[in-house]
């Protein structure tokens, strides 16, 4: 089986650029998921609490 190709520079081979902008939106996805996720473990753990003891 053929090992898949991974495209690492542009057409113009020089590597992929972001903008600060692109940065921004990814980190404050990063911390939205952690933050969500975080919340949602802490209920789970606060129900378990309640319900099973």
Same mark, same amino acid.
Do not use: N
């Given at each position: 089986?053929? !090992?898949? %190709?991974? /495209?690492?520079? =542009?057409? =113009?081979? #020089?590597?992929?650029?972001?903008?600060? #902008? #692109?940065? !921004? /939106?990814?980190? =404050?996805?990063?911390?939205? +998921?952690?933050?969500?996720?975080?919340?949602?473990?802490?209920?789970? +753990?606060?129900?378990?609490? %309640?319900? +099973? %003891?």
């Amino acid at each position: 089986m053929a !090992q898949p %190709v991974y /495209q690492t520079t =542009d057409p =113009d081979a #020089e590597p992929p650029r972001t903008t600060i #902008e #692109e940065h !921004q /939106q990814t980190y =404050d996805g990063f911390i939205s +998921l952690t933050k969500w996720s975080t919340i949602c473990i802490a209920l789970l +753990l606060i129900g378990m609490a %309640v319900f +099973l %003891v």
